[in-house]
């Protein structure tokens, strides 16, 4: 297992991708959409690892658009995109931008563009799950909002 660490540009924001593959080894995509395009988001994820976010629920902006079933997680101190989850019957999954979260161990590689226009929903949750990374979200600091 390799594991792979990155924050957002303030810390509030912590991620953890445990993976099967070397770093070298694992794909790194750049999404095409309107949305990863304007952050130059590089995105990667295992499906056969786990992946972990700490954050503290004051420093999070959840941003949804378009079908509405990914959330972009967003630090709401910094501003940095920090990666993009799916969560569904109580389970997560998630693509960790790692350009935002500044993993060192991919730095200087280039994205592989994908398109993923006129999915349907139902094939967009499919990929996802098939593609994306099994993740738990801890929050930090003070109790969690009602
Ligand atoms: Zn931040």
Not at 18 to 25: D, L, V
Not at 55 to 61: E, F, K, S, V, Y
Not at 69 to 86: E, P
Request: net charge positive; glycine share 10%; aromatic share 6%.
């Amino acid at each position: 297992m390799w594991t792979l660490r990155g924050t957002c540009h303030c810390g509030a924001i912590r991620a953890t991708l445990r993976s099967t593959q070397a770093p070298e080894a694992l794909q790194v995509r750049a999404c095409q959409c309107s949305f990863c395009t304007r952050h130059g988001a590089m995105t990667a994820s295992d499906p056969a690892g786990s992946a972990t976010f700490h954050m503290q629920r004051a420093a999070l902006t959840r941003y949804q658009f378009g079908t509405r079933s990914g959330t972009s997680l967003i630090c709401a101190c910094c501003g940095v995109y920090a990666g993009v989850i799916l969560e569904d019957r109580g389970q997560t999954w998630s693509a960790l931008n790692v350009r935002g979260l500044a993993v060192a161990e991919l730095r200087g590689r280039s994205g592989e563009p994908v398109v993923y226009d006129g999915e349907t929903l139902q094939a967009r949750i499919a990929r996802r799950k098939v593609k994306w990374t099994p993740t738990e979200i801890v929050w930090l600091g003070v109790a969690p909002e009602l």
